[in-house]
């Protein structure tokens, strides 16, 4: 089982950055996660990427915008989030699991969570 803490969520206004990060120990997986859930509405896949680094997926309303990558050294992973809008105002969540490739995007193939961090977009 990873364990796994996210940190450096706030709140910002639109066209400002934040990055995310997630702390991880006790294990490995095959896929590191970030997702983000707004009140309301269902989990949503912001981004994947392969526990070696090189395979990277971001979902199409992030693309260009937000960036997943990982410090071995630091034992983290990190979402780079730049251009932020109100519309990506959630609690995010990082995760851990074995999906096969073409089920990255679906929250229900990942076992270890992280307890969430706030972010909030203002207008």
């Known amino acids: 089982q990873v364990q796994l803490v996210e940190s450096g969520g706030g709140l910002v206004q639109a066209g400002d950055s934040l990055r995310l990060s997630c702390a991880t120990s006790?294990?490995?997986?095959?896929?590191l996660a970030w997702f983000r859930q707004a009140p309301g509405k269902e989990r949503q896949f912001v981004a994947a990427?392969?526990?070696?680094?090189?395979?990277?997926y971001h979902a199409d309303d992030v693309k260009g915008r937000f960036s997943i990558s990982r410090d071995n050294a630091k034992k983290q992973f990190s979402l780079e989030m730049n251009n932020l809008k109100p519309e990506d105002t959630a609690t995010y969540f990082c995760?851990?699991?074995?999906?096969?490739?073409?089920?990255?995007?679906?929250?229900?193939?990942?076992?270890?969570w992280g307890q969430g961090t706030q972010v909030t977009v203002s207008s």
């Open positions: 990427m392969g526990w070696t680094g090189t395979t990277r």
């Open positions: 006790g294990g490995t997986m095959r896929w």
């Open positions: 995760a851990a699991g074995n999906p096969i490739t073409s089920a990255v995007r679906d929250p229900a193939n990942y076992r270890d």
